[in-house]
């Protein structure tokens, strides 16, 4: 019986006199994950075409007719008409039967100097660049938001904390500006990711690429792609460019995952630092007075996840001998979700952030209690008495152990008691123990002053466009 009989006999039946139980079918087809990829599988057939007729390995005819017959499947695809088949397991088979189906035999023709272990990780390695441009536009529209919500609170005082401790007073927009600077980090992995991963396997075939004439460097071009990979066992077995992507992914999830965290501590009734929206609040199916930050919470879960999607797809390659096995099919649903995922929380965290309105007041009173301007004092103990910095710091601790016993903060207790410890002490000292004056104060470069805080979001204005898409 020939292919073109039964339809629903296996390409690579030849061999087999009895169909795959129902159960291998199950485990064996891939078919609604990788359908995802049936762009890339198409542009992936043309430029091998293409490449097979100039070459003259195929005629121009049939290559003309593959390349009618790839348009109708795209129109399908486009339509929603095509019909995806689970018993022809993976979106390659998919393409290449309904190919066949539409224009006949020279669709058997596209399959030479040619196997599915170098067209899937072409295909893969397309999908995953496209991902990657994605996840960094993402990126950069959370960092103007980021930018532009630090611009508006560049002198808004808060805590700074270590510990979770009240450490210093600090600026909200420096807080929010160490985010962009996280981000940017993030985005440039991704990029660099993106560049390693630009080679081509197309031509590397099932593993010891082929006997035919082909022109490796001209399926390369056609598809964007740097260079053809070099050697024909990596071509087809390297998924450290899905790894590297998910590694980078993961970081970048896992700093949202760390803002995620502050909104939630933020945005409690104990903090009080923040309300967000409606729009990105839920509420309580019983306590009427709930305002939960769901997405936040569900950015700090999907962080893990993201995790355990790189770590799924490095335990399934760790311990692989060259060259393809199938536990690399997986690869693709591990790497289609963390995409998915890290899309959807990129998007969610600059909605909350977009239009979270922070408390002011709040955070002003908060960063004035914990004595958050000991270091000020102490500072100021070296610079005006010319006091070593330990010693300094012995003082302070004293003073600090005064006012905790009265129970008032460091710019409330008398001057009198101060010089009960440092006699030297003149009404000069509340210059320096305010929060505001304290976070002043921090103009070193990268420090939390509000001049500082002012030059980085005109810096990163510039350097994000933001100054074209925004009047100000
Ligand atoms: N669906 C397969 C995958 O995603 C395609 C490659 C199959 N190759 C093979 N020799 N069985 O990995």
Same mark, same amino acid.
């Not at 159960?23 to 762009?39: C, E, F, G, P, T």
């Not at 508006?152 to 962009?180: C, R, S």
């Not at 309300?275 to 950015?299: C, F, H, Y």
């Given at each position: 019986?020939?292919? &073109?009989?039964?339809?629903?006999?296996?390409?690579?039946?030849?061999?087999?006199?009895a169909?795959?139980?129902?159960?291998?079918?199950?485990?064996?087809? $891939?078919?609604?994950?990788?359908k995802?990829?049936v762009?890339?599988?198409?542009?992936?057939?043309?430029?091998?075409?293409?490449?097979l007729?100039?070459?003259?390995?195929?005629?121009?005819?049939?290559?003309?007719?593959?390349?009618?017959?790839?348009?109708?499947?795209?129109?399908?695809?486009?339509?929603?008409?095509?019909?995806?088949?689970?018993?022809?397991?993976?979106?390659?088979?998919?393409?290449?039967?309904?190919?066949?189906e539409?224009?006949?035999?020279?669709?058997?023709? %596209?399959?030479?100097?040619?196997?599915?272990?170098?067209q899937?990780?072409?295909?893969?390695?397309?999908?995953?660049?496209?991902?990657?441009?994605?996840?960094?536009?993402?990126?950069?529209?959370?960092?103007?938001?980021l930018?532009?919500?630090?611009?508006?609170?560049?002198?808004? #005082?808060?805590?700074?904390?270590?510990?979770?401790?009240?450490?210093?007073? #600090?600026?909200?927009?420096?807080?929010?500006?160490?985010?962009?600077?996280?981000?940017?980090?993030?985005?440039?992995?991704?990029?660099?990711?993106?560049?390693?991963?630009?080679e081509?396997?197309?031509?590397?075939?099932?593993?010891?690429?082929?006997?035919?004439?082909?022109?490796?460097?001209?399926?390369?071009?056609?598809?964007?792609?740097?260079?053809?990979?070099?050697?024909?066992?990596?071509?087809?077995? !390297?998924?450290?460019?899905?790894?590297?992507?998910?590694?980078?992914? $993961?970081?970048? !999830? &896992?700093?949202?995952?760390?803002?995620?965290?502050?909104?939630?501590?933020?945005?409690?009734?104990?903090f009080?630092?923040? #309300?967000?929206?409606?729009?990105?609040?839920?509420?309580?199916?019983?306590?009427?007075?709930?305002?939960?930050?769901?997405?936040?919470?569900?950015?700090? !879960?999907?962080a893990?996840?993201?995790?355990?999607?790189?770590?799924?797809?490095?335990?399934?390659?760790?311990? %692989?001998?060259? !060259?393809?096995?199938?536990?690399?099919?997986?690869?693709?649903?591990?790497?289609?979700?963390?995409?998915?995922?890290?899309?959807?929380?990129?998007?969610?965290?600059?909605?909350?952030?977009?239009?979270? $309105?922070?408390?002011?007041?709040?955070?002003?009173?908060?960063?004035?209690?914990?004595?958050?301007? *000991?270091?000020?004092?102490?500072?100021?103990?070296?610079?005006?008495m010319?006091?070593?910095?330990?010693? *300094?710091?012995?003082?302070?601790?004293?003073?600090?152990?005064?006012?905790?016993?009265?129970?008032?903060?460091?710019?409330?207790?008398?001057?009198?008691?101060?010089? &009960?410890?440092?006699?030297?002490?003149?009404?000069?000292?509340?210059? #320096?123990?305010?929060?505001?004056?304290?976070?002043?104060s921090?103009?070193?470069?990268?420090?939390?002053?509000?001049?500082?805080?002012?030059?980085?979001?005109?810096?990163?204005?510039?350097?994000?466009?933001?100054?074209?898409?925004? $009047?100000?």
């Amino acid at each position: 019986m020939s292919d &073109t009989e039964n339809k629903g006999q296996q390409m690579w039946g030849g061999r087999f006199a009895a169909q795959p139980s129902d159960i291998m079918q199950s485990i064996n087809a $891939s078919i609604d994950i990788d359908k995802r990829m049936v762009l890339q599988d198409v542009a992936g057939s043309r430029a091998h075409a293409d490449m097979l007729a100039e070459c003259g390995i195929i005629s121009e005819e049939d290559n003309e007719k593959i390349q009618g017959g790839l348009d109708q499947v795209l129109d399908e695809v486009k339509a929603g008409t095509f019909p995806y088949r689970v018993e022809l397991e993976d979106i390659h088979m998919n393409v290449e039967a309904r190919l066949k189906e539409l224009i006949g035999e020279p669709a058997g023709r %596209l399959h030479t100097a040619r196997s599915r272990n170098d067209q899937v990780v072409t295909d893969f390695r397309l999908w995953v660049r496209g991902a990657l441009t994605e996840a960094q536009a993402g990126l950069l529209a959370l960092q103007k938001v980021l930018v532009r919500r630090a611009g508006e609170t560049a002198e808004t #005082v808060m805590p700074g904390f270590t510990h979770l401790q009240t450490a210093q007073p #600090v600026t909200l927009g420096h807080h929010l500006l160490a985010y962009v600077e996280m981000a940017e980090r993030d985005r440039g992995r991704l990029h660099d990711a993106a560049l390693r991963l630009n080679e081509s396997p197309l031509g590397a075939a099932a593993l010891a690429g082929t006997g035919f004439p082909i022109d490796r460097d001209m399926t390369a071009e056609a598809l964007g792609f740097d260079r053809p990979m070099a050697n024909s066992l990596d071509a087809v077995s !390297a998924r450290d460019f899905a790894l590297e992507a998910l590694a980078a992914l $993961s970081i970048a !999830a &896992t700093h949202l995952s760390r803002l995620a965290e502050e909104l939630v501590l933020w945005t409690s009734a104990q903090f009080g630092f923040a #309300v967000l929206s409606d729009e990105w609040s839920t509420g309580s199916s019983i306590m009427p007075q709930k305002r939960n930050p769901d997405a936040a919470e569900l950015i700090r !879960a999907k962080a893990s996840l993201i995790a355990g999607q790189f770590a799924s797809l490095q335990g399934a390659v760790k311990a %692989l001998p060259l !060259a393809y096995a199938k536990d690399l099919q997986d690869d693709k649903r591990l790497t289609f979700e963390a995409f998915d995922t890290y899309g959807l929380c990129v998007k969610a965290m600059t909605g909350m952030i977009e239009t979270v $309105s922070f408390n002011a007041a709040n955070m002003r009173a908060a960063a004035a209690k914990g004595f958050s301007t *000991a270091t000020d004092l102490a500072d100021y103990l070296v610079r005006e008495m010319k006091m070593p910095f330990r010693d *300094a710091h012995h003082v302070t601790g004293r003073i600090v152990a005064l006012a905790e016993a009265d129970g008032v903060d460091l710019a409330a207790l008398p001057l009198q008691k101060m010089q &009960t410890v440092e006699p030297r002490l003149t009404d000069d000292v509340f210059s #320096v123990l305010s929060v505001e004056a304290s976070a002043a104060s921090r103009q070193s470069y990268g420090g939390a002053s509000p001049v500082r805080v002012a030059e980085q979001v005109t810096l990163w204005k510039t350097r994000l466009g933001l100054e074209a898409d925004i $009047s100000e």
